[in-house]
């Protein structure tokens, strides 16, 4: 059986914790940054976990990470 390939959108975006989760970036903070508050900003910056429901298609989409 072939190997499996990883899906390398999905490579760059999210990281896989040592419990099993994945852990991703925030959106809304590329661009039009001007209208959004400090506050906002700064809290963006933080990873954020992904919800309990899409772990398993992350699972598929990065059986190697």
């Known amino acids: 059986m072939p190997k499996m390939k990883t899906n390398r959108g999905a490579a760059k ?13 925030q959106s809304h903070r590329r661009h039009i940054l001007t209208k959004k ?11 954020s976990m992904v919800h309990d429901n899409d ?3 992350l699972n ?4 190697y990470c």
């Open 13 to 25: 975006r999210f990281k896989r914790t040592a419990s099993g989760g994945f852990k991703r970036n």
């Open 60 to 63: 598929r989409l990065l059986p």
């Open 37 to 47: 508050s400090t506050k906002r900003k700064r809290q963006l910056r933080s990873p």
């Open 55 to 57: 772990v398993s298609m």
